[in-house]
């Protein structure tokens, strides 16, 4: 994940502003899909060109945003039911 440090207050101001607008319910998930699809939209089709290497690009990231989303909070989640339950193995 890039940690970057010069626009993060920016970038927070506008999420946070963003997620105070989610639907409260199972909605959320819509919404999400929808900002996620229309962010990567416009940073293909109007910041960058339609080509090849962009659409790598985006695909890459979106990998990337996963792998961090289940190292950061899915994998830890997952090693305290291991503890709490048991391992597959035992």
Known sequence: MPYIKEKRKVFNTVIYDLCSRLSN???VWGELNYIISKLLYIVVYKVHRKCYFTFMCAMGTLVCVMF???RRW???YEDEKKEE???IDS
């Open 85 to 87: 339950n048991g391992d």
């Open 68 to 70: 961090e989303f289940y």
């Open 74 to 76: 899915i994998a830890p």
């Open 25 to 27: 319910n199972n909605a």
